[in-house]
């Protein structure tokens, strides 16, 4: 089964086992409560009930069944929290997660490939996308006017470049 990583433990929080989390959701961790999976490395992911989640969103701290104390907590430092594909909503034809962009090949109208979204950043607009491979480094800002057209099945995004891009 492949997974998606939704965040990292980072540290423990306090003596009774909760963690503090680094989250790469744009939402509340909250919407994952129930059964997710923590991998360290190479580990193939195991099982654990989300049991509670506090604070922020992009920090927030989290408490699992069964981990009670620090030195449970310390254990699980670096872990990835990963979730089946499955527990995300639906979104509408035109819009997408990060991690369904995230390697696509990117082509100009003509049909030129320019390079694979690396990554993606927020920004206060528009999301940007990060275009590498190509001849250099291309930021994409994620607007109907720069993307053309996201083909999921071929994993392609076709762009048209700007003046300054």
Known sequence: MEFLEVG???KP???TGRMKVVSYCEGDLRKFAGVVFLR???EEPAPFNLRDVRGGKKNPIV???GIDSADAASALVGAEILIAPERFAKLPDDEFYW???IGLEV???E???LGRIETVFPTGGADVYVCTGGEREILLPAVGEVIRNV???KRTMVVRLLEGL
Do not use: A, M, Y
């Open 111 to 113: 049909g030129q490939p």
């Open 63 to 65: 408490s699992f069944e």
């Open 99 to 101: 991690w369904e962009l």
């Open 151 to 153: 083909d999921k099945k």
């Open 40 to 42: 360290h490395g190479s």
């Open 13 to 15: 929080h306090d003596f």
């Open 8 to 10: 990292r433990i980072v």
């Open 107 to 109: 082509l100009n109208e």
